[in-house]
């Protein structure tokens, strides 16, 4: 099970990564919008009701009633529906364009990647209309810290508030957005080597793609399945769709201490808000 849902994962964010853009280039560090606390227990809320979506498929009496269940957690994850017929269980998923996945305001687009990729802005630019992954990186894009003459990094490498981003980070994955030359073109790129200094458990770890994607994988998993009828079967993939859902929201003890600190492949989302109450950035 877990080799399955990590290639789910990995196909999800491969086909991603084809088409990204880019979250916006500060020109310095910033002081977050008064929207971050919000956003975040909009995340969390979203978060919990897709648990609570999940626990029921587990009690389900039909495998219809199933894969309903992990049609809510798809869209609490994506803002959208999957457009999967639970009857014939076929054909892809329905998916944001990529401007609308990655960018988190028409500002936001890298005018050097127009000639491939086009002006024209996402077709959604307000995080309240995306799923728990837009709105999270939204909320992470407003503690980026921009390049200066001590540290040469893009935008995304460094965070203010690293105990919120953190948690937020092993929910939704710590993968940036960057850029790269392929056959003398500047093209939009996925960038996960700039923490090449995390330790071996973070690569062996789900974390480091986030642990939501997994919950999203499981749920396609359930989607496109054919029980043939087994509604025993799809209880049993939708308890481990719970325990990921759980994992996501309330994170693990990793280095086994007694507690769930706000730090790399430990906190959920529920600390990351936590930790925004504890700076004044969210309401309690």
Known sequence: MRTSLRLSALIVLTCGFLTLGLEPHLAAAQSPNGDVGDRLQEIVTLTEQALDASRAAESASTVRAVKEGADAVFEAVWGVSSGVDPETPRGATAQHGWKTRWQTSPAAFDSAFAARLGTAGPEIDDPSELGILGRGRYVRSQFAVAPDSAGPETPGARFSHEAIVAPLNNAIGWM?????????????????????????????????????????????????????????MARQHAAGMTQLLEKALNGMDANNNGRVEPIMMEGGLRLALQEAQAAGLASR
Request: glycine letters at 8%; a negative charge; zero cysteines.
């Open 176 to 232: 940036r957005l960057d850029n790269g030359i392929t056959k003398g073109e500047l093209q939009p790129r996925i960038d996960l080597t700039y923490k090449w200094d995390a330790p071996v458990a973070f690569w062996n770890s789900s974390a480091d793609t986030g642990w939501l994607h997994e919950a999203y994988s499981q749920a396609v998993n359930i989607l496109k399945t054919s029980y043939d009828g087994d509604v025993d």
